[in-house]
């Protein structure tokens, strides 16, 4: 039953994407740099924005004095990698750009300080709609994920209800365009902003 919902709203949410435009230069990231959850993070967890996910890469500018990472999918799961000034990219599985293990520096999730999520849909419980592998649950798993969980998002990706399972991880903040939220646990309150 939840399968079948979670695919129900995977293609509304497709669907709402598919009419929508970027609003100019806006972007979640001004929501986020002057939090303290970004202030504080030693290391970042970007991905690769596809198809009408919100872009990490303005990030990439005020990220100065922190290791920024990206994920590799290997086999069933995510993989890490640091930024280092000799960093490639190649174009992995589903055509998202990823480091090149060739010439990034190998990370482990349990040193991560706070990571981007991306997603399809998110809702003011911590509930996130992911595109159904998996990928995201598993790496941010207790016991190998210490860090913040955000949910990295447009306004028109929250929802007031994501249908979750017991193995789906929530968010601890959503960020959009417009607004930093603190969520889980029914709360619904502005985080403070530096």
Known sequence: MIVEEKQRLREQMKARG??????????????LVDSEIWKNASSVLLYSAIGTEADTSLLLSAAEGRSILFPKISGESLDLYRLIPESRWIHGRFGIAEPDPQNWEPFRASDV?????????????G??????????DRLLREGLFH?????????????????????????????????????GSGLDKPAERG
């Open 18 to 31: 598919a009419g929508w435009s970027r609003p100019g230069n806006a972007s979640p990231a001004s929501s």
């Open 113 to 125: 300080a706070l990571a981007l999520v991306p997603g399809l849909a998110f809702d003011l419980l």
């Open 127 to 136: 509930g996130r709609l992911g595109r159904g592998r998996g990928f995201y």
């Open 147 to 183: 860090g913040i969980k955000v949910g990295y998002a447009w306004d028109w990706q929250l929802v007031d209800k994501v249908p979750c399972e017991q193995h789906d991880i929530r968010m601890d903040y959503i960020v959009t365009e417009r607004k930093l939220l603190q969520v």
